[in-house]
């Protein structure tokens, strides 16, 4: 590259030196010479203003042709997606290895088409053999889905356009896919970024809807280029711990629906069943009252689902230094709400272990966890059980004050349907009784008062 001279121009005359002095030679003005940095050969050889083919504009209110969803078979995927799968969308889903991406994607692509349309599965992690054995082992081994195993995405995009585009086509996994056009092993940053880009541009070109599979890091992240995210239209995680038969579906992104609703299937020797009440799944359907545990109404996107809190509290001798665990819950959370139990109520948490869980291995983010976890840890302090048909939620401020939580008439109307006939919680939650007699409270030592007093 050609380096660039440097040329100084007077501000007030317009005159060109070649090189910077305190009087302009032609206008003879003091300090008005200014550094000119002028076209580089670079700038002038990569110039993109002209050259390049005209783009038509439209309007926002241009007639069009609505793009309908296609159902996947799935009612649990589907949700989580906000209604089906969108044509011409790509799809990115990670999970941990082992956790049932490949089966539920197997199973999707089996229902899709035994509707008639055109579905491809390809495997780039096993061979087509492997792919059959998991079919016939779930039952799917008569759906006419189109399976191949490869990694070219030249070979695979070749072999696409001598046909009609599919409805659907999965691409297992992304990490294993290779461009003759970059250098670098399957797997690197710009072999995954080039990769994508080409599956994405074909899916976007032909309406085709494509779902891409992710490997994940040790935190759980998409592994890969984090640019590969924002090239889809639509990330989804598939989360679940593997000692648990239940499964999370989590839309983390969705140009096309919500981003809070999930899908919660279960994995049996058949393969991943629908969940179509998940509640079942985290309340222990114990028939005597036990301290320290409390039922929560947490919200997932649209559905609540009734998740049971469990705490212990172990005294420890003098001197010894108590340990606190939590699973399932914010940490920090977590060590907020003892310092508001031992601020604001009196309670003394300082020489004893605790321990809180949430069963089911379910993670709560829901703010509205605060009351539940509250009342859980009274009653395991005071070895006092809790209401056997009560439901706990909402929000507690520094200061001690419960505050109000949104959806306050769902949650209270999943209990009322699962059996309930008691409600804790806001003040203003008393409108939306749906049924259930609710007892509310206004500050967290009335909570302490009820369950010491045993109101």
Not at 132 to 153: E, F, K, M
């Amino acid at each position: 590259m050609a380096k660039a001279k440097r040329r100084y121009v007077c501000t007030e005359c317009g005159n060109v030196a070649h090189r910077w002095q305190g009087q302009c030679v032609d206008c003879s003005q003091w300090n008005t010479l200014v550094e000119d940095a002028p076209a580089t050969v670079f700038s002038t050889r990569h110039d993109l203003s002209s050259g390049g083919r005209a783009v038509t504009f439209e309007t926002l209110d241009a007639p069009t042709v609505p793009l309908a969803r296609r159902s996947t078979g799935l009612a649990e995927f589907d949700r989580a997606l906000g209604g089906g799968i969108v044509p011409g969308s790509a799809i990115l889903m990670g999970g941990e290895p082992g956790i049932g991406k490949s089966t539920l994607l197997l199973q999707a692509a089996a229902s899709v088409a035994r509707t008639g349309a055109r579905a491809v599965y390809i495997s780039g992690e096993e061979a087509t053999g492997q792919v059959r054995l998991r079919a016939s082992r779930l039952g799917l081994a008569d759906a006419p889905l189109q399976l191949a195993a490869a990694t070219n995405v030249r070979d695979i995009l070749t072999t696409l356009h001598d046909d009609d585009p599919p409805a659907l086509l999965i691409v297992d996994s992304i990490q294993t896919m290779h461009s003759d056009t970059i250098d670098g092993a399957p797997g690197t940053v710009s072999q995954v970024r080039a990769s994508a880009f080409e599956l994405i541009r074909y899916a976007k070109e032909s309406g085709v809807a494509l779902v891409l599979v992710g490997h994940v890091t040790k935190d759980g992240t998409i592994a890969g280029p984090r640019v590969l995210e924002h090239m889809v239209d639509v990330v989804m995680s598939f989360e679940g711990e593997r000692s648990h038969q239940y499964r999370i579906l989590r839309s983390l992104k969705n140009r096309f629906g919500a981003v809070d609703e999930i899908g919660v299937f279960s994995m049996e020797s058949e393969g991943l069943e629908e969940v179509a009440n998940p509640s079942t799944l985290f309340l222990s359907g114990r028939e005597d009252p036990v301290a320290g545990t409390s039922v929560f109404p947490a919200m997932e996107g649209t559905r609540p689902v009734l998740v049971e809190v469990q705490a212990l509290i172990v005294r420890l001798q003098s001197g010894a230094t108590p340990r606190r665990a939590v699973v399932g819950w914010d940490s920090g959370r977590f060590a907020m709400l003892l310092a508001v139990l031992e601020a604001r109520c009196g309670l003394n948490f300082s020489s004893a272990e605790v321990y809180l869980n949430v069963a089911g291995g379910y993670r709560l983010s829901d703010p509205a966890a605060d009351l539940a976890v509250a009342a859980a840890l009274v009653s395991a302090l005071a070895d006092k059980p809790l209401p056997l048909r009560a439901i706990w939620f909402g929000e507690v401020s520094l200061s001690g004050e419960v505050r109000p939580v949104a959806h306050a008439a769902l949650r209270l109307r999943e209990a009322a349907k699962l059996g309930f006939d008691q409600s804790n919680g806001p003040v203003d939650s008393a409108k939306v009784g749906a049924g259930l007699h609710h007892r509310h409270l206004a500050s967290l030592p009335n909570l302490v008062d009820r369950i010491m007093g045993g109101q």
